[in-house]
């Protein structure tokens, strides 16, 4: 076990952060510290993994709704000491950082992933929540661009959608990653809009079971995450096999107990995710359910 610090607990436990925890050789080293979450990268000891490698893990201020990748902590320290490209010990056990010691080891897991193949077929819900999606107050481009005035074609942007749309209605696998590679890195910040439509557009897979029917989600996600942040190509690497954070994992979960007059309700938490991070999923979530 890593040199003892003060002992910190995890209220909290994402299943792909303790899957990538658990992995021999794991090493980690700060990537970035903001006021109520520090994300640490994570690099596998061995190149090849046998599955969407996220590659990155997030401590979480106990406020923050869990996540696949979360580490939720019971109480929130002063981090002010750690610095980008930190190392951070660690072991199959536990690890240490700062002062103190997080013990992961034996924890329940809180699971991402959804019983996708439980929930009925979307129907005519779609049309529905185009609706309301349509009504909401947001700062996003895609949800402007998919509901405003502006004919989708008229657009770059459009006509990507357009090309997307049509590689998804024939499994065409070029159109797809086209697609998507057209799409990452689009827009500023850490995870920039068009990898948060992205998502959501892989999200609306699953729900359709279109994700475990195909390869498209693997296309969408391998395209897309070497064009973009490290952190944005981890939540990418998340959507693709349908895991989740608390927020969508309930939106996904109460839709087919839809009902219009509670839709702002739930709308709300996805919403709120950043300036338009949240808005720019929901978009790609709600495009997804008709893409053709």
């Known amino acids: ?80 000491a750690l610095a980008v490209h930190d190392r951070v010990q660690s072991d199959s056990l536990a690890l240490n950082l700062c002062g103190h010691q ?56 459009g006509r990507t959608l357009d090309r997307l749309g049509e590689g998804l209605f024939a499994s065409d696998e070029r159109l797809v990653r086209q697609g998507a590679e057209e799409l990452a890195g689009l827009g500023r910040g850490l995870t920039p809009a068009g990898d948060d439509f992205l998502c959501g557009l892989m999200v609306a897979l699953w729900y359709r079971g279109l994700a475990a029917q195909t390869p498209v989600c693997n296309w969408l996600y391998s395209s897309a995450a070497p064009r973009t942040t490290r952190l944005s190509a981890a939540f990418l690497s998340c959507a693709s096999i349908g895991a989740l954070n608390q927020s969508w994992l309930d939106f996904v979960q109460w839709l087919p107990d839809f009902s219009a007059e509670h839709l702002s309700g739930k709308l709300a938490p996805l919403l709120a995710v950043g300036h338009s991070s949240g808005a720019d999923m929901l978009a790609g979530f709600a495009w997804g359910l008709k893409p053709a």
Not at 1 to 25: F, K
Not at 40 to 57: K, N, Q, T, W, Y
Not at 111 to 116: E, F, M, Q, T, Y
Request: proline residues 11%; aromatic residues 6%.
């Open 102 to 157: 997080l013990v992961h080891a034996g924890l329940p897991l809180w699971g991402s992933c959804p019983d996708w193949q439980s929930l009925p077929p979307i129907g005519g819900l779609a049309d529905a929540l185009h609706v309301g999606v349509s009504e909401c107050e947001h700062s996003s481009a895609f949800l402007a661009l998919l509901y405003g005035s502006e004919t989708l074609s008229t657009s770059r942007l």
């Open 1 to 80: 076990m890593p040199t003892e610090g003060l002992p910190l607990r995890i209220r909290s436990l994402g299943d792909l952060a303790h899957r990538q925890l658990a992995e021999p050789g794991i090493r980690l080293q700060v990537a970035a510290v903001f006021d109520r979450v520090v994300y640490l990268s994570c690099e596998p000891r061995d190149a090849v993994v046998d599955f969407p490698h996220p590659g990155m893990v997030v401590l979480s201020h106990p406020d923050i709704p869990p996540g696949p990748l979360n580490i939720t902590l019971s109480r929130w320290p002063d981090w002010s």
